[in-house]
């Protein structure tokens, strides 16, 4: 799935019932930079950088951004669960 956001990709790796796996991507490099996926114990999806990859402040607004939508969404489908 590509977004709105400039400078990173989401793509939608793997669909796991009603949680999914996404990876984000650089846009410019086409590099994979780390997994964004559903964090049971936590109820909520979470970030896992990849070792070795550097962020500048837009990049981790754009994955803050990306797992507030995510999140809201999956409350919403699950009944808030």
């Not at 796991?16 to 909520?44: D, F, H, M, P, Y």
């Not at 990306?66 to 809201?72: A, G, I, P, S, Y």
Request: charged share 20%; aromatic share 14%.
């Amino acid at each position: 799935m590509k977004t709105e956001y400039i400078e990173i990709i989401f793509r939608e790796r793997t669909k796991t019932g009603i949680t999914c796996i996404w990876e984000v991507v650089a846009n410019s490099t086409g590099s994979g930079l780390g997994l964004i996926k559903w964090n049971g114990a936590w109820r909520q999806y979470t970030f896992h950088p990849y070792q070795g990859t550097t962020w500048s402040h837009q990049c981790m607004t754009d994955v803050g951004k990306f797992l507030v939508m995510e999140n809201d969404f999956h409350k919403s489908a699950t009944g808030g669960r």
